[in-house]
């Protein structure tokens, strides 16, 4: 198994689309970049586990997916009427791909990026690194559980003192 996270802007598609999308499944469209389709393309895999990362406005890890099925071709980039045209690419010989991917879980607590440059043992996630824009990146299994322990353990508080705050 491989962990990756996967980012999207939440007011194009959020983790709560993804929750209410049919069996909370959808297919990962519109990658548009040459690496990150690559990474799709080649090295995801059905049952392979993602974080779920809002970008632009207070970027976040907010939850879990899970790769439903391995990549095929992205036919988004065959329609001239979506926003992911691309004349390049033709049902003959595709250029972009995609995976689906399946909800898991959403955290209790979204994890700011602010906060994963503070974390010990995240200092290499490819997120983090000055210029890194990529779409879909992989991240290795220590960081998927570190981030996935701040997600629902609300960076280090026992679910039990948050209920005793309320």
Same mark, same amino acid.
């Given at each position: 198994?491989?962990?990756?996270?996967?980012?999207?802007?939440?007011?194009?598609?959020?983790?709560?689309?993804?929750?209410a999308a049919p069996q909370q499944t959808t297919c990962w469209d519109g990658v548009r970049n040459y690496q990150?389709?690559?990474?799709?393309?080649?090295?995801?895999?059905?049952?392979?586990?993602?974080?779920?990362?809002?970008?632009?406005?207070?970027?976040?890890?907010?939850?879990?997916?899970?790769?439903?099925?391995?990549?095929?071709?992205?036919? #988004?980039?065959?329609?001239?009427?979506? #926003?992911?045209?691309?004349?390049?690419?033709t049902p003959q010989k595709p250029l972009w791909f995609m995976v689906d991917v399946q909800f898991v879980e959403?955290?209790?607590?979204?994890?700011?990026?602010?906060?994963?440059?503070?974390?010990?043992?995240?200092?290499?996630?490819?997120?983090?690194?000055?210029?890194?824009?990529?779409?879909?990146?992989?991240?290795?299994?220590?960081?998927?559980?570190?981030?996935?322990?701040?997600g629902n353990g609300c960076a280090g508080e026992r679910k039990e003192d948050r209920r005793s705050q309320h």
């Amino acid at each position: 198994m491989k962990y990756w996270l996967i980012k999207s802007e939440p007011g194009c598609f959020s983790i709560d689309d993804l929750a209410a999308a049919p069996q909370q499944t959808t297919c990962w469209d519109g990658v548009r970049n040459y690496q990150a389709r690559n990474f799709m393309r080649d090295e995801m895999s059905p049952g392979d586990l993602v974080l779920f990362y809002h970008s632009v406005t207070d970027p976040c890890v907010v939850g879990i997916a899970r790769v439903v099925r391995e990549s095929y071709p992205d036919h #988004t980039a065959w329609n001239p009427d979506d #926003t992911h045209y691309d004349p390049r690419s033709t049902p003959q010989k595709p250029l972009w791909f995609m995976v689906d991917v399946q909800f898991v879980e959403k955290f209790s607590c979204p994890v700011p990026l602010a906060m994963l440059r503070g974390v010990k043992g995240l200092e290499k996630m490819e997120v983090l690194k000055k210029g890194s824009r990529l779409s879909v990146m992989p991240v290795t299994e220590k960081e998927f559980i570190i981030v996935s322990s701040l997600g629902n353990g609300c960076a280090g508080e026992r679910k039990e003192d948050r209920r005793s705050q309320h």
